[in-house]
């Protein structure tokens, strides 16, 4: 009953990202005078969220940890890359989609190992990092909104991805997976000795991790967006 709590609660802020990317959206509309969606790319939108979220999936089984920084079972893959580039391509929504997509094709093809936890964790800090790098770029096209949103979609997911795991994502998974939170800082004190608690866990083993993460994933997407841009609207 834990678990299908959980599923729940979490099924509800699916929902609420969703509609908060969908009101971003219609500021940006109606301050840019643009339009997100029409009858006329409905379907090229459709292929090229389906193709992303595809390619975020594979990209999902290449993950590795980050040993030096944070336990094993915190691991950095390239997945985030293909769901930034659809939403600076096609808006806030279709990032929360595409990263919604890529999550549930991933659990279905290999299940989870995490009590669902890690699951919504990578969809609910993705959005995080995402959304408000999008809304950000939409407001006004340029390189220089490109750089200064991908570094506030950083700065978001870290203090986010801060917060959340101490108060919400590690206790809940310490519930559902029976371990307990000790484990965790015993992990983390075995790569950093200053590591004693949770809030030091969170602060020297999450953030370092996030960070990295967000700088090497928004590289990357700052390499490959302009150019696969023109090919993807093409």
């Given at each position: 009953?834990k678990?299908?709590?959980?599923?729940?609660?979490?099924?509800?802020?699916?929902?609420?990202?969703?509609?908060?990317?969908?009101?971003?959206?219609?500021?940006?509309?109606?301050?840019?005078?643009?339009?997100?969606?029409?009858?006329?790319?409905?379907?090229?939108?459709?292929?090229?969220?389906?193709?992303?979220?595809?390619?975020?999936?594979?990209?999902?089984?290449?993950?590795?940890?980050?040993?030096?920084?944070?336990?094993?079972?915190?691991?950095?893959?390239?997945?985030?890359?293909?769901?930034?580039?659809?939403?600076?391509?096609?808006?806030?929504?279709?990032g929360?989609?595409?990263?919604?997509?890529?999550v549930?094709l991933?659990?279905?093809?290999?299940?989870?190992?995490?009590?669902?936890?890690?699951d919504?964790?990578?969809?609910?800090?993705?959005?995080?990092?995402?959304?408000?790098?999008?809304?950000i770029?939409?407001?006004?096209?340029?390189?220089?909104?490109?750089?200064?949103a991908?570094?506030v979609?950083?700065?978001?997911?870290?203090?986010s991805?801060?917060?959340?795991?101490?108060?919400?994502?590690?206790?809940?998974?310490?519930?559902?997976?029976?371990?307990p939170?000790?484990?965790?800082?015993s992990?983390?004190?075995?790569?950093n000795?200053?590591?004693?608690?949770?809030?030091?866990?969170?602060?020297?083993?999450?953030?370092?991790?996030?960070?990295?993460k967000?700088?090497?994933?928004?590289?990357?997407?700052?390499?490959?967006?302009?150019?696969?841009?023109?090919?993807?609207?093409?």
């Amino acid at each position: 009953m834990k678990t299908v709590y959980f599923i729940i609660v979490s099924l509800i802020m699916v929902v609420a990202a969703y509609f908060a990317a969908f009101a971003c959206e219609k500021l940006i509309e109606r301050k840019n005078h643009v339009k997100f969606s029409s009858e006329k790319m409905k379907v090229n939108k459709l292929v090229i969220m389906a193709m992303l979220s595809a390619i975020a999936v594979v990209l999902m089984y290449f993950d590795f940890p980050l040993g030096f920084i944070a336990p094993a079972f915190y691991k950095m893959d390239f997945s985030e890359v293909p769901v930034l580039i659809g939403s600076f391509l096609l808006g806030p929504c279709a990032g929360v989609i595409i990263e919604a997509v890529k999550v549930l094709l991933h659990m279905c093809l290999k299940g989870t190992t995490t009590a669902f936890v890690g699951d919504f964790a990578n969809f609910i800090l993705g959005c995080a990092y995402v959304v408000p790098a999008s809304v950000i770029y939409h407001m006004h096209k340029t390189k220089k909104t490109a750089i200064i949103a991908l570094v506030v979609g950083s700065l978001t997911l870290i203090v986010s991805g801060t917060l959340l795991n101490a108060f919400y994502l590690l206790p809940k998974y310490s519930e559902l997976y029976g371990m307990p939170i000790e484990s965790f800082i015993s992990m983390g004190n075995a790569i950093n000795s200053s590591i004693n608690d949770i809030f030091s866990f969170v602060a020297l083993a999450v953030a370092p991790f996030n960070l990295i993460k967000s700088v090497v994933d928004g590289i990357v997407t700052w390499i490959l967006y302009k150019y696969l841009s023109r090919h993807l609207k093409a």
